[in-house]
C-alpha cells in the first residue's frame, strides 16, 4: 500500500533549526514530485515546498524562501525539509504529500512547535 | 503568496445538492484547474478531484468538479452526514511557480 510516514516534528525554539523527513513506502519515490504543506492549529492548508522526482526543481513559498531547505535521497526513498530561523508562524502540522496532478497521498502529518 | 478565494461556509439539508466555489486567476485555476479535497477533523486530507473532474479510484460519483474560467466548482449531490467536513481547492499558479490554496469551506449537511 502506498503511504508517506512524516517524522522530526518537536518543539523548538524561535531562531533554533529542525530537519523534518518523509519516507515513502509502497512506491518509488523518485518518480513522483513531493511536497510539504503545513497546517497551523485551526487554520487551512498553507504550501511550503515542493521537489521533483531526480531533485533537479525545488519549489518555496515566499514565507520560509531562504530559511527552508527541501531535498531527496531517492537510495531511501526519503524527503527531507531542512528548517532554520524558525519562527513562531512557523508552528505547525506539517504534512508530506506525493503528487500525481495533485496531492494524492498525504501522511498524518508530524508537528512543529516553535515556542519560547 | 496570494491563494485562492472559497466562501468560509455552506450549510444545506441532507439529500440536498451543494456546490461549492473556489476563484482564482487565469494563472492558477484558469491555467490547469483546481484540485479538490476534503479534510475531516484530526484527519489529513483527501483528494476529491483534480485537473477539475477526475476523480481517484473510490470517490463518490456524487461528486462532480466543473470550471467556468477562473473559477473552480465543486457539486455534491445527495448530501449525506459523512460529507460534512472541510473542502479545499488546489492549483498550481504559473506566475508565482508555487501551489495556491483556497483558505477551506466548512460543509454542513442539516
Known amino acids: 500500500q502506498v503511504q508517506v510516514v512524516e517524522s522530526g516534528g518537536g518543539v523548538v525554539q524561535p531562531g533554533r533549526s529542525l530537519r523534518l523527513s518523509c519516507a515513502a513506502s509502497g512506491l518509488t519515490s523518485s518518480s513522483n514530485d513531493i511536497h510539504w504543506v503545513r497546517q497551523a492549529p485551526g487554520k487551512g492548508l498553507d504550501w511550503v515546498a515542493s521537489?521533483?522526482?531526480?531533485?533537479?526543481?525545488?519549489w518555496y513559498a515566499d514565507s520560509v524562501k531562504g530559511r527552508f531547505t527541501i531535498s531527496r535521497d531517492d537510495s531511501k526513498n526519503t524527503v527531507y525539509l531542512q528548517m532554520n530561523s524558525l519562527r513562531t508562524e512557523d508552528t505547525a502540522l506539517y504534512y508530506c504529500a506525493k503528487e500525481n496532478n495533485a496531492f494524492d497521498i498525504w501522511g498524518q502529518g508530524t508537528m512543529v512547535t516553535v515556542s519560547s | 503568496q496570494a491563494g485562492l478565494t472559497q466562501p468560509p461556509s455552506v450549510s444545506k439539508g441532507l439529500r440536498q445538492t451543494a456546490t461549492l466555489t473556489c476563484t482564482g486567476n487565469s494563472n492558477n485555476v484558469g491555467y490547469q484547474g483546481a484540485a479538490w479535497l476534503l479534510q475531516y477533523q484530526g484527519h489529513p486530507p483527501k483528494l476529491l478531484s483534480y485537473?477539475?473532474?477526475n476523480r481517484p479510484s473510490g470517490i463518490s460519483e456524487r461528486l462532480s468538479a466543473s470550471r467556468s474560467e477562473n473559477t473552480a466548482s465543486l457539486t455534491i449531490t445527495g448530501l449525506q452526514p459523512e460529507d460534512e467536513g472541510d473542502y479545499y481547492c488546489s492549483a498550481w499558479d504559473s506566475s508565482l511557480s508555487a501551489w495556491v490554496f483556497g483558505g477551506g469551506t466548512k460543509l454542513t449537511v442539516l
Open positions: 521537489v521533483s522526482y531526480g531533485g533537479t526543481y525545488k
Open positions: 485537473r477539475n473532474n
